[in-house]
């Protein structure tokens, strides 16, 4: 057949696994909760297994449940194309975030099928473990694993909020094996293609079909604890407080000018939590934890923010008499997409009549880690406001069906 399919796929199918999949929540519907290793996570993986299985696809998994699905090619001794995203979902989520890339990594496999086409290459769906970091405060665990950026001893080391190990979750929730089985050689897949909804407003404000993602945008985290000194509101006055919130509120607002120093529209930065202790209103606070989030495209340019704001601690701790403790949790290099998978998204959106533009993910994704062990490269579409990560994330069937019909065309191009 030619590597250029017409649009053979049943929306309603996938819009109906889609909506099947989002019963299966720790939540009441609307509302979607999927933490990793959790009775719904497990669910959820067995529905979506079974569909895989139910193509002919042979499904296999590693030590901590990152889940490939293959569906054979002609020569068996070439890597693999790669196609998937995830199926956990934050608490108080929505049903497309990840698993539009799955259940539509799936649906462009079927449409191949139905239409008769015969990869040289194997095409290869791959769910993975623990993309958001509800659980162990990490996003993107099997892919990072699986990527080698983290090691075995450190992954021994994380613990959920009740104390429990990574290592006790997984076996609990049936993955045996080393921890050292997980990590892929550079030679596993050929190229890795993701499909994702935007989790932003451009494509849906300009009236575009598919994004086609250049750069994928990668955060610096860093934890700060500013240890002051508490008292009564009443009792101790200003020019003797170690005020552990007044010194934070300097270093958010600091956070704030050096992002905004760079004068480039790729350079964010966020104070996403400020925890303050003794949290009492006739208390001066003697504890505040902050952590942060610094992305860019451009790593230098993000760890330079990163820097100022390190400056901006000692700085502070030294003129307010308060202690400030920085511990960088993270500090992902961006990734650039490959040109050759982007040549052929942008050639099957042609031939299809869709709309494309190219643009940035500021968001991450799996693909950033798999970035460091094969080409990559994501296809966007449209969300309904740019929402995501909410009970009313939402993309249409229109535009669901666009995305996967761009994907099927590509990976056609990709497995001959």
């Known amino acids: 057949m030619t590597t250029r399919p017409t649009l053979a796929l049943t929306i309603d199918r996938l819009i109906g696994e889609l909506n099947a999949l989002a019963t299966i929540s720790e939540a009441e519907p609307p509302v979607v909760t999927r933490v990793v290793f959790s009775e719904a996570d497990m669910r959820a993986r067995s529905y979506v297994k079974q569909l895989c299985a139910d193509a002919g696809l042979a499904v296999t998994e590693d030590a901590i449940g990152n889940t490939f699905a293959r569906w054979q090619g002609s020569d068996p001794a070439l890597a693999p194309i790669g196609t998937g995203s995830h199926i956990d979902a934050i608490p108080n989520a929505g049903l497309y975030d990840g698993c539009v890339g799955v259940l539509g990594g799936l649906e462009a496999i079927r449409v191949l099928q139905q239409l008769g086409f015969k990869p040289r290459r194997s095409i290869e769906l791959v769910i993975f473990t623990s993309e958001e970091p509800t659980r162990f405060g990490i996003g993107c665990l099997g892919s990072r694993m699986m990527s080698s950026v983290l090691a075995p001893a450190k992954a021994r080391l994380l613990r959920d909020k009740e104390g ?242 761009v994907l099927s065309r590509t990976l056609a191009m990709l497995a001959s």
Request: glycine fraction near 8%.
């Open 164 to 405: 429990r190990s990574l290592d006790e979750l997984r076996k609990a929730a049936g993955f045996e094996g080393d921890l050292e089985s997980i990590a892929l050689p550079l030679s596993r897949f050929h190229q890795f293609v993701e499909l994702h909804i935007e989790q932003g407003p451009i494509l849906e404000e300009e009236k575009i079909d598919i994004g086609l993602v250049t750069h994928i945008a990668a955060p610096a985290s860093m934890r700060i604890v500013i240890e002051g000194e508490g008292g009564h509101a009443g009792g101790k006055l200003m020019p003797g407080r170690k005020d552990a919130l007044t010194a934070a509120a300097e270093l958010i607002l600091a956070l704030e000018a050096a992002a905004r120093s760079t004068s480039a529209m790729d350079t964010v930065g966020t104070v996403g939590v400020c925890e303050v202790f003794p949290g009492a209103v006739n208390s001066i606070p003697s504890r505040v934890r902050l952590e942060t989030d610094i992305r860019d495209i451009d790593g230098a340019r993000r760890d330079s923010v990163l820097n100022a704001l390190r400056e901006k601690c000692d700085e502070t701790a030294k003129r307010r008499g308060v202690a400030i403790a920085t511990e960088v949790v993270n500090a992902d290099p961006p990734a650039t997409c490959d040109p050759a998978i982007l040549a052929a998204l942008e050639q099957s959106a042609v031939a299809a009549n869709k709309t494309y533009k190219k643009m940035v993910s500021r968001a991450y994704h799996d693909s950033l880690f798999m970035a460091r062990i094969a080409p990559v490269a994501m296809l966007f579409i449209p969300c309904r406001g740019g929402v995501s990560h909410r009970p009313d994330e939402y993309a249409s069937p229109e535009w669901i069906g666009t995305g996967v019909h």
